[in-house]
């Protein structure tokens, strides 16, 4: 008979779980995988490739940095730094055993990781080429998003973490 966290997410789990105070969920991108799933997302966010080049995903990347910056501030959530090998649910752990949260989201890790980045290569008139990998994937910022959440009698914490895959 599984729990109320997996009956409720059961088309969205893979695998099961045996800690019953945390859960983990990953965030994945899988347009940013290919460049052509790239350059598809982009047309649907913007209608066209006319500005897809490395300055405006470098751009894009410190205005979501800069935004979640404020957003947290603004919401009394704390931003940590943490090292890349660092257990991110030991530092939820540490910070819940001095501070009370309630639920939703109570903390946003950051640290940096080698990631997929896309190089947005010019033409000789200037128009947009392929998106071609950097080799070796540069070192980017990862965020974990550090929930709480509340189940009848259990208070599980949850992990989304997610990157931009953009030039940092």
Do not use: C, N, V
């Given at each position: 008979m599984p729990d109320q966290l997996s009956a409720l997410y059961d088309d969205l789990l893979e695998g099961s779980y045996d800690c019953v105070d945390r859960v983990i969920l990953n965030?994945?991108?899988t347009m940013g995988q290919s460049g052509g799933?790239?350059?598809?997302?982009?047309?649907?966010l913007y209608g066209s490739d006319d500005k897809l080049d490395d300055n405006h995903l470098m751009r894009m990347a410190g205005r979501f940095s800069r935004r979640l910056r404020a957003w947290a501030k603004a919401n009394g959530i704390p931003v940590i730094?943490?090292?890349?090998?660092?257990?991110?649910?030991?530092?939820?752990?540490?910070?819940?055993?001095?501070h009370e949260v309630k639920r939703g989201l109570f903390m946003i890790l950051v640290s940096k990781a080698p990631a997929l980045v896309w190089e947005a290569q010019m033409t000789g008139t200037g128009k947009?080429?392929?998106l071609a990998p950097k080799d070796p994937w540069p070192y980017v910022n990862h965020y974990s998003f550090h929930l709480g959440m509340h189940l009848t009698h259990v208070a599980p914490?949850?992990?989304?973490?997610?990157h931009g895959g953009l030039p940092s």
């Open positions: 965030a994945y991108f799933g790239l350059r598809t997302w982009w047309r649907a730094y943490s090292s890349p090998g660092e257990r991110k649910h030991d530092i939820a752990a540490e910070y819940l055993s001095s947009l080429g392929q914490i949850g992990s989304m973490k997610d």
